[in-house]
Structure formats: structure tokens, C-alpha cells
């Protein structure tokens, strides 16, 4: 059968357009069969662990993208995704500890070298914490009795965790001499092992930690932890009554973590710019932003430049609190 001609040429600008849709899908790497692994450097079923697959089932769902997640330690899993080929096909899902080791020491891989970032998916917020037992209600008691018996207030982390320099940064800003004990057992992510500085708390080994709000949480409930204060510039939803570090006089004072998504060194600016609009979008959408919120974490979706500016003034900020603290990790 014989088509008219206006229908013709309607049909074929259609083929047309399917095929270059075909073609731009090919040459990016795109097709719906595309195959997409996230290495995860925090624990299985942990917050960070579930956000990203969160977001990850959303851009499945939407993009027919099969994603595959491995859950790593922190090293490991950088290093396996900076040799992994440049197609953005392999993913790392990491927090600012990334940045503030990037100060600490030379990394290899690092993180603004050999990862071109894509997302900042969302962040953490932080508090002080010491045991129930301690005689400190507020966080201006514990400064107040660290002024009158410098060095006996002890505080405790992971040595060279954003966590660390926080307590750095409180010790600064307050000008008080409270002693550092490293917090052993555990590990930056808690990958390999319990959390370190809360069994120091907890064991009477120190009397301060600064920790991501969601890890004391069953502490705080029973009872056997206390929260002083907020780290972060605004107050915690959850805890509506606890001053931040800002309020209480230390003007600045600000530091959330935050989780996000890097490829390897070289990938496309045309695969990187798909990246970036799958996880925009992903964290744009209502139920996977509802659901990440129930996880304790702020959706964020600073992606691209900004995720780029956003990091190079962490890694600023961080290295004057390294430098400043005189902190040395082996």
C-alpha cells in the first residue's frame, strides 16, 4: 500500500529520531540494558548504605538501568573504582572523610585527581554526646570545666575522621585544652568493625564524642548517653530543645557529614552530565527524598560545579583546622 506523502515523511522524521536517540544512547553508554555498580564504603544496611539504594532504585525504575551495589572498606573500595574504566559505569558512594584525609596525607588514589565528582546526595548531622554518668548537662559545662582543669577533659574519635577535627575545631573555637584520646576498634565507616568512639564513651575511656546523630540514637532513648549540642548550624528536627554549637556563642561553627557519589578520573562530560541528571532527579522526587529522611539524612543534590566548589572549600577549611590543630596521622 502506497502511503500519502505528508504521512510518509512524518513517519520517517520519526525513524529518524529514533535512530539518533538509538545513536546518542550508544555512544554515551546509555542503552536501557546498561549495567551500573555503586561501591558502597559504608556497611550494609547502614544509612549511607540504604540512601544510596534508595536513590539507585529510583533511577532503576525509571531508566532501566540494572545497578549492582559492593560494600567496601574505604580504601579498598576507592581504589578498585579509580582503576575501573572511565564509562561511568562504576560508581563510588563515600563521605568527607574522603576530603579530610586528602589533608592528612598524600592520597592515592585522590579524591579531585582521579574521581570526577557528580553528587552530593545528602548529609548528616552531628552531636556531642557523653555518658549520662558524666556531670555535664550542657555543652558550656564541659567547656567551662575543661577551662578550670585543662587536659582532663578528654575527647574521643577515630583519628583523622571529620568527627576528629570537629572536636578540634569546638577546642579551637572555645580556646580550651582538652586532650585527645584515638578511639580503637573500629574503623572510619565502621566497616570493620563497632563503633569505636561510643564504646570509649561508653567504657569510661573519655568523656566526649562528636557522632553522626543516627549512631548514639538507641543510647540517647535508654538513657545511658546524653546529647550537649548540635554541631551543626541548624538544630536537629528531632531534637527540636538542643542548642547548636552556633547558638552557644562559638559563631560558625558547622559541620555535617556528607555522602557522595564520584566516577572515575576521565569519564565523559556527556556521561557525567546523564549521571548527574539521574541523581537529580532521583532526589527531587518526593518518596525517595521521604525516604531518605527517614534514614536521619538530609537530602542535598548539589551536583556537578557545585559539588566540585563545595569540595575544594572543604578541602580549604579542613586543612586549616589540620594545620592548625597540628594533627598527624600515621
Same mark, same amino acid.
Given at each position: 500500500m502506497k502511503l500519502p506523502r505528508r504521512k510518509f515523511l512524518h513517519l520517517a522524521a520519526g525513524a529518524a529520531a529514533l535512530a539518533c536517540t538509538a545513536m546518542l544512547f550508544s555512544s554515551d553508554g546509555t542503552s536501557q540494558d546498561q549495567?551500573?555498580?555503586?561501591?558502597? %564504603?559504608? $556497611? =550494609?544496611?547502614?544509612?549511607?548504605?540504604?540512601?544510596?539504594?534508595?536513590?539507585?532504585?529510583?533511577i532503576s525504575r525509571k531508566h532501566g538501568v540494572s545497578v549492582t551495589f559492593e560494600n567496601s572498606a574505604a580504601a *579498598?573500595? %576507592?581504589?578498585?573504582?579509580? =582503576?575501573?574504566? /572511565?564509562?561511568? &559505569? %562504576?560508581l563510588l558512594m563515600i563521605n568527607n572523610n574522603f576530603v579530610v584525609d586528602s589533608n592528612l596525607r598524600k592520597l592515592t588514589p585522590?579524591? @579531585?585527581?582521579?574521581?570526577? $565528582?557528580?553528587?552530593?546526595?545528602?548529609?548528616?548531622? &552531628?552531636?556531642?554526646?557523653?555518658?549520662?554518668? *558524666? /556531670?555535664?548537662?550542657?555543652?558550656?559545662?564541659?567547656?567551662?570545666?575543661?577551662r578550670a582543669k585543662p587536659g582532663e577533659v578528654t575527647m574521643t574519635a577515630v583519628p583523622g575522621t571529620t568527627q576528629h577535627l570537629g572536636l578540634e575545631m569546638l577546642r579551637i573555637a572555645a580556646k580550651v585544652n582538652m586532650t585527645f584520646?584515638?578511639?580503637?576498634?573500629g574503623s572510619i565507616n565502621n566497616v570493620l568493625g563497632g563503633n569505636a568512639p561510643l564504646a570509649m564513651l561508653l567504657?569510661?575511656? *573519655?568523656? @566526649? #564524642? +562528636?557522632? &553522626?546523630?543516627?549512631? $548514639?540514637?538507641?543510647?540517647?532513648?535508654?538513657?545511658? +548517653?546524653?546529647a550537649l549540642a548540635s554541631a551543626s548550624?541548624? =538544630?536537629?528536627? #528531632? +531534637? $527540636?530543645? +538542643? @542548642? %547548636?554549637?552556633?547558638?552557644?556563642?562559638?559563631k560558625g561553627y558547622d559541620l555535617d557529614l556528607w555522602d557522595?557519589?564520584?566516577? /572515575?578520573?576521565?569519564?565523559? !562530560?556527556? !556521561?557525567? *552530565?546523564?549521571?548527574?541528571?539521574?541523581?537529580?532527579?532521583?532526589?527531587?522526587?518526593?518518596?525517595?527524598?521521604s525516604k531518605i529522611m527517614?534514614? #536521619?539524612?538530609?537530602?542535598?543534590?548539589?551536583?556537578?560545579?557545585?559539588?566540585?566548589?563545595?569540595?575544594?572549600?572543604?578541602?580549604?577549611?579542613?586543612?586549616?583546622i589540620v594545620n592548625e590543630a597540628n594533627i598527624k596521622v600515621q
Open positions: 549495567e551500573m555498580k555503586i561501591v558502597v %564504603t559504608f $556497611p =550494609r544496611g547502614s544509612g549511607g548504605d540504604l540512601m544510596t539504594r534508595i536513590a539507585a532504585e529510583h *579498598a573500595g %576507592t581504589a578498585a573504582v579509580a =582503576r575501573a574504566a /572511565p564509562d561511568g &559505569n %562504576t585522590d579524591p @579531585l585527581v582521579d574521581f570526577e $565528582p557528580v553528587c552530593n546526595l545528602a548529609s548528616a548531622q &552531628n552531636l556531642f554526646v557523653v555518658d549520662a554518668a *558524666a /556531670p555535664y548537662r550542657t555543652l558550656s559545662d564541659l567547656i567551662t570545666a575543661a584520646v584515638p578511639a580503637t576498634g567504657d569510661g575511656r *573519655a568523656v @566526649l #564524642a +562528636l557522632q &553522626n546523630y543516627q549512631n $548514639p540514637l538507641e543510647h540517647l532513648k535508654s538513657g545511658r +548517653l546524653r548550624r541548624k =538544630r536537629l528536627e #528531632a +531534637l $527540636p530543645d +538542643l @542548642l %547548636t554549637v552556633d547558638e552557644l556563642g562559638y557522595g557519589i564520584f566516577a /572515575p578520573a576521565k569519564t565523559s !562530560k556527556g !556521561k557525567i *552530565a546523564l549521571l548527574i541528571s539521574w541523581f537529580s532527579e532521583a532526589l527531587q522526587e518526593p518518596t525517595v527524598r527517614a534514614e #536521619a539524612l538530609i537530602p542535598v543534590g548539589a551536583c556537578g560545579g557545585e559539588f566540585v566548589s563545595f569540595i575544594r572549600k572543604q578541602q580549604e577549611a579542613y586543612g586549616r
